[in-house]
């Protein structure tokens, strides 16, 4: 069989082989790493992984060759919790935050997610398309290859419909590939300040069931925080969102450990996201049941938190994966590298952990486990190529850009740093 493409002379390939589950513990750290490597794909798919001349006998008259001078190969990165689509942005917001007034207070005062709501209704189709299409280069040159994106901008049917329909035409028109997810219960619209009961009674009945029905999801979010949805709220809708046959994402301990990691593992959530202030006893329940950690160390970087305790959930035998968490308040960056070289200086993960998080682990918080995630024959030639002589130095070396070029099922889509497609 002669190959489409072929990436020989590969210093380090990281692999992430053998992976059907989530990695936990120390397998988070112990990484097949072939070197001399070789890649060879066919029809968007890893035919064979080896090292060595091996390849030479798959190398037919329309193979691509491409030379990756003893540089690092990485499956391509996956940015498991983003929040992609929407309208302006929050620099008014700026001094406020920066003088330190609480994130949550900014939202009550109507602003913070609210003030994104009323511009993202007042945005059109093509306007969210062009602003979150930029987004998408910024994160593809980043190495980002499939990402996780939420609606919750709305609070009502249509807007929420709007953000989802754009991102299914991103999804179309864009190399990176998108996982939807509805966030209809990420504030309670202004409209029912102090009656959450009604405004949920909305989301339930009417709006995830036309969701759902309307094929613009896959999983259901909720931010559960105090003063947005509580554990019991969050419960509730989870529970009917799970009846309408949504996989279950959760917004859990952000700012305060009113155990919303105990609910993902009650529910079965396939991630907890935040959880920063989660509980012993919430991160225990979570290695039981093998819910992934989706730890966004971006947003305590930006919000002056402390991080996450990922090197504490990693010793418990929680899953755990790193994200963006890309949105316009807590987290205005689509920098998923800075976020890696985050989760080394300060949760105090090790480089090989932190690439696990970004690659296999974000697959399986995103279910698509056994597509991508790794290099490993019949998976999605998803492939990184990084400036880089090992995985240490992405980490070691922050704030800046390793990529050189990205394979998107086996397409080259981003070369010398900069989008080709
Ligand atoms: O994950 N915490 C809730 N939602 C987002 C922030 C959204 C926003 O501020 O616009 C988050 O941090
Ligand atoms: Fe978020």
């Given at each position: 069989?002669?190959?489409?493409?072929?990436?020989?002379?590969?210093?380090?390939?990281?692999?992430?082989?053998?992976?059907?589950?989530?990695?936990?513990?120390?397998?988070?750290?112990?990484?097949?790493?072939?070197?001399?490597?070789?890649?060879?794909?066919?029809?968007?798919?890893?035919?064979?992984?080896?090292?060595?001349?091996?390849?030479?006998?798959?190398?037919?008259?329309?193979?691509?060759?491409?030379?990756?001078?003893?540089?690092?190969?990485?499956?391509?990165?996956?940015?498991?919790?983003?929040?992609?689509?929407?309208?302006?942005?929050?620099?008014?917001?700026?001094?406020?935050?920066?003088?330190?007034?609480?994130?949550?207070?900014?939202l009550q005062e109507g602003g913070g997610i609210l003030s994104t709501v009323?511009?993202?209704?007042?945005?059109?189709?093509?306007?969210?398309?062009?602003?979150?299409?930029?987004?998408?280069?910024?994160?593809?040159?980043?190495?980002?290859?499939?990402?996780?994106?939420?609606?919750?901008?709305?609070?009502?049917?249509?807007?929420?419909?709007?953000?989802?329909?754009?991102?299914?035409?991103?999804?179309?028109?864009?190399?990176?590939?998108?996982?939807?997810?509805?966030?209809?219960?990420?504030?309670?619209?202004?409209?029912?300040?102090?009656?959450?009961?009604?405004?949920?009674?909305?989301?339930?009945?009417?709006?995830?069931?036309?969701?759902?029905?309307?094929?613009?999801?896959?999983?259901?979010?909720?931010?559960?925080?105090?003063?947005?949805?509580?554990?019991?709220?969050?419960?509730?809708?989870?529970?009917?969102?799970?009846?309408?046959?949504?996989?279950?994402?959760?917004?859990?301990?952000?700012?305060?450990?009113?155990?919303?990691?105990?609910?993902?593992?009650?529910?079965?959530?396939?991630?907890?996201?935040?959880?920063?202030?989660?509980?012993?006893?919430?991160?225990?329940?979570?290695?039981?049941?093998?819910?992934?950690?989706?730890?966004?160390?971006?947003?305590?970087?930006?919000?002056?938190?402390?991080?996450?305790?990922?090197?504490?959930?990693?010793?418990?035998?929680?899953?755990?994966?790193?994200?963006?968490?890309?949105?316009?308040?807590?987290?205005?960056?689509?920098?998923?590298?800075?976020?890696?070289?985050?989760?080394?200086?300060?949760?105090?993960?090790?480089?090989?952990?932190?690439?696990?998080?970004?690659?296999i682990n974000a697959a399986h918080a995103i279910d698509r486990g056994s597509?991508?995630?790794?290099?490993?024959?019949?998976?999605?030639?998803?492939?990184?190529?990084?400036?880089?002589?090992?995985?240490?130095?992405?980490?070691?070396?922050?704030?800046?850009?390793?990529?050189?070029?990205?394979?998107?099922?086996?397409?080259?889509?981003?070369?010398?740093?900069?989008?080709?497609?």
């Amino acid at each position: 069989m002669k190959m489409d493409l072929i990436i020989k002379n590969i210093g380090k390939l990281v692999t992430m082989s053998g992976s059907f589950f989530p990695r936990v513990g120390k397998q988070m750290n112990e990484l097949e790493i072939l070197e001399n490597a070789y890649i060879a794909v066919v029809e968007g798919k890893i035919f064979q992984v080896g090292v060595g001349e091996n390849y030479k006998e798959l190398v037919g008259e329309n193979t691509v060759i491409d030379d990756a001078h003893g540089l690092l190969v990485t499956p391509g990165l996956i940015d498991s919790h983003t929040h992609l689509v929407h309208g302006g942005s929050r620099e008014n917001e700026f001094s406020k935050k920066i003088n330190g007034v609480p994130y949550i207070e900014i939202l009550q005062e109507g602003g913070g997610i609210l003030s994104t709501v009323n511009s993202t209704k007042n945005a059109t189709q093509e306007e969210l398309y062009n602003k979150a299409k930029k987004s998408l280069d910024r994160m593809l040159e980043l190495g980002v290859t499939t990402a996780e994106e939420k609606s919750g901008y709305g609070l009502e049917l249509e807007t929420e419909t709007k953000q989802l329909e754009v991102a299914h035409k991103l999804d179309r028109n864009h190399p990176i590939d998108l996982v939807h997810t509805f966030l209809g219960a990420h504030a309670i619209p202004k409209e029912y300040k102090g009656n959450n009961e009604a405004y949920i009674k909305i989301l339930v009945e009417e709006m995830m069931p036309k969701i759902k029905e309307l094929g613009l999801a896959e999983f259901c979010d909720v931010f559960c925080e105090e003063g947005v949805f509580s554990v019991e709220e969050s419960d509730y809708i989870l529970s009917k969102a799970k009846e309408l046959g949504y996989k279950l994402k959760i917004h859990a301990d952000e700012i305060v450990p009113i155990g919303g990691a105990e609910l993902a593992a009650k529910l079965g959530c396939i991630s907890a996201d935040h959880l920063m202030a989660a509980s012993e006893q919430g991160l225990k329940d979570m290695a039981d049941k093998g819910i992934i950690a989706n730890i966004l160390p971006g947003t305590s970087f930006n919000l002056n938190k402390k991080s996450a305790d990922g090197r504490k959930m990693i010793d418990l035998n929680v899953p755990v994966s790193l994200s963006s968490d890309y949105n316009p308040g807590s987290c205005p960056s689509e920098n998923l590298q800075f976020v890696m070289q985050l989760g080394c200086l300060n949760l105090k993960m090790t480089p090989n952990e932190v690439l696990t998080a970004v690659t296999i682990n974000a697959a399986h918080a995103i279910d698509r486990g056994s597509e991508i995630g790794s290099l490993e024959v019949g998976k999605k030639a998803d492939i990184a190529i990084f400036d880089a002589p090992n995985v240490e130095y992405l980490m070691y070396h922050f704030g800046i850009n390793h990529i050189d070029r990205v394979y998107k099922e086996g397409r080259l889509v981003v070369n010398n740093k900069q989008v080709v497609y």
